[in-house]
């Protein structure tokens, strides 16, 4: 049974930076692509950032592109989501999820996204 666990959340200043982690048992971690939502309070959950199974194709939504970055550790079977230049409209509760299907890759919008973290909370003060 697939298990996704999160941690890393918190306050911080504008400006600021924090690191994501996202650990997944129960499978073969390193044939799954991993993605990160985020889910601002009051708004859609939105996907901000993909990585292929193998951490070579990322995908990043225009909001966070070159502040954000996505990479995993396929021994540590952990995905991460270094955030820097965080925005107060950076505040939300971030969730890492993973496609349910083996060495699929469509970017960010294409997943078939069956798995879920507990998600953790990033508040950026202004």
């Known amino acids: 049974q697939v298990q996704l666990v999160e941690s890393g959340g918190g306050l911080v200043q504008a400006g600021g930076s924090l690191r994501l982690s996202c650990t997944d048992s129960?499978?073969?971690?390193?044939?799954?692509?991993m993605v990160w939502f985020r889910q601002p309070p009051g708004k859609e959950r939105e996907c901000v950032a993909a990585t292929s199974w193998s951490g070579c194709s990322t995908d990043y939504a225009d909001s966070v592109k070159g502040r954000f970055t996505i990479s995993r550790d396929n021994v540590k079977n952990t995905v991460y989501l270094q955030l820097n230049s965080l925005k107060h409209e950076d505040t939300a509760v971030y969730y890492c999820?993973?496609?349910?299907?083996?060495?699929?890759?469509?970017?960010?919008?294409?997943?078939?996204?069956?798995?879920w973290g507990q998600g953790t909370q990033v508040t950026v003060s202004s």
């Open positions: 129960g499978r073969t971690f390193s044939g799954y692509t």
């Open positions: 999820a993973t496609d349910r299907r083996f060495r699929r890759w469509e970017t960010r919008q294409g997943g078939d996204y069956g798995y």
